[in-house]
């Protein structure tokens, strides 16, 4: 994905506003770094959320209130030049999603027939129409690109992207729904990102923290008060055990919180490199890779190393695997790997 792959001749991200090189935006790169963290961990939760009143699921509550909205952000904010999206959304999406769909399901499939996968089997689908895991999001930016430009010729787009993503939920296909539901109920932060310019951004970082500090403390409160399902993005209203009404109106506040905590989070953010700014340049990796081992790595792990008996051991445990994992993902030997695997599919492909 553009806001995830990294311009090396260039030290910036692709599909920028500007042709000229300038210095990097460590800002986003430190807030990438920070959002591939959390998608470790809320994968790393998954297993452990079936009590209603339990910490794991409070707390992978409050990560769903913005990560996902966040990348979606950052995507449209890097996104400046619509024309260069559309024109490189296959050689920089489409074929990575393909390549990282492929090789989930063959590594899936392998893991069923040894009975060795016992997580999420019951929703996993061996097809490229139907992302796995975290993959959808690779099929959401694609969408994205390739319409960006479409999107800002509209008289207002954010109020398309508002409105498509409060209705989308409200058809009954929930096999489409899993698979491109989230292109359009992401698509509102998408789009913000979109509009969003550098003054923008500097006049957010420019007010005062102690606003911000309060949007993310308070975003505790529907982290616990509020059902589970209300700030879902992938499931149809109907399938989660909402009304339409409801679903829309949980949605809208869903929204909401998003926008206040992604402000947040950018008035807070510090904006120099830092040793985790290089995580966000090599998000593309770190977010497909760490898809194969969070939680299944764990969950074996922790067969040998009983954590879940305490639950704050337990967290600890999930937060310094998940670091680690991070980390190790986002090495410049995968990384050449990568780009090699990635260069030769695309000299087959085209002319």
């Known amino acids: 994905m553009n806001?995830?792959?990294?311009?090396?001749?260039?030290?910036?991200?692709?599909?920028?506003?500007?042709?000229?090189?300038?210095?990097?935006?460590?800002?986003?790169?430190?807030?990438?770094?920070?959002?591939?963290?959390?998608?470790?961990?809320?994968?790393?939760?998954?297993?452990?959320?079936?009590?209603?009143?339990?910490?794991?699921?409070?707390?992978?509550?409050?990560?769903?209130?913005?990560?996902?909205?966040?990348?979606?952000?950052?995507?449209?904010?890097?996104?400046?030049?619509?024309?260069?999206?559309?024109?490189?959304?296959?050689?920089?999406?489409?074929?990575?999603?393909?390549?990282?769909?492929?090789?989930?399901?063959?590594?899936?499939?392998?893991?069923i027939r040894l009975g060795l996968a016992s997580y999420n089997t019951d929703v996993f689908k061996p097809s490229l129409l139907l992302p796995s895991s975290p993959l959808y999001y690779l099929l959401c930016v694609f969408v994205w690109k390739v319409f960006a430009k479409d999107l800002l010729k509209l008289r207002s787009p954010?109020?398309?992207?508002?409105?498509?993503?409060?209705?989308?939920?409200?058809v009954f296909d929930e096999a489409f729904h899993i698979g491109w539901g989230a292109c359009f109920s992401l698509l509102i932060f998408f789009v913000l990102g979109l509009k969003c310019t550098e003054e923008h951004v500097r006049k957010i970082r420019n007010l005062p923290h102690l606003p911000a500090l309060a949007i993310l403390a308070a975003a505790v409160i529907p982290s616990v008060v509020l059902p589970y399902s209300f700030r879902n993005v992938r499931f149809t209203y109907e399938s989660v055990g909402l009304t339409p009404v409801l679903g829309i109106g949980y949605r809208a506040l869903f929204y909401l919180i998003a926008i206040l905590m992604i402000g947040a989070l950018?008035?807070?953010?510090?904006?120099?490199?830092?040793?985790?700014?290089?995580?966000?340049?090599?998000?593309?990796?770190?977010?497909?890779?760490?898809?194969?081992?969070?939680?299944?790595?764990?969950?074996?792990?922790?067969?040998?190393?009983?954590?879940?008996?305490?639950v704050y051991g337990n967290l600890a445990g999930m937060m310094v695997f998940a670091a680690a994992l991070v980390m190790f993902c986002q090495m410049e030997w995968i990384r050449n790997i990568y780009d090699w695997v990635i260069e030769g599919i695309c000299k087959v492909i085209f002319k």
């Open 3 to 111: 806001s995830f792959i990294h311009d090396r001749t260039s030290g910036h991200m692709t599909d920028t506003a500007s042709a000229a090189p300038k210095e990097r935006d460590y800002l986003f790169d430190n807030l990438k770094a920070f959002m591939l963290f959390l998608v470790v961990i809320g994968h790393i939760l998954d297993p452990y959320i079936e009590r209603q009143d339990s910490l794991y699921r409070y707390l992978m509550q409050y990560i769903y209130l913005f990560h996902m909205p966040m990348f979606a952000f950052i995507t449209g904010y890097f996104t400046k030049n619509a024309d260069k999206a559309r024109n490189t959304a296959v050689r920089n999406v489409l074929i990575p999603y393909t390549f990282w769909q492929l090789l989930y399901i063959a590594v899936a499939l392998l893991f």
């Open 158 to 170: 954010v109020l398309f992207a508002f409105v498509s993503g409060l209705l989308v939920s409200i």
């Open 266 to 310: 950018i008035n807070l953010f510090p904006e120099r490199k830092n040793c985790f700014s290089r995580v966000g340049t090599n998000a593309i990796l770190v977010y497909a890779g760490s898809s194969f081992a969070a939680p299944a790595l764990y969950l074996l792990i922790a067969r040998f190393i009983p954590l879940a008996g305490s």
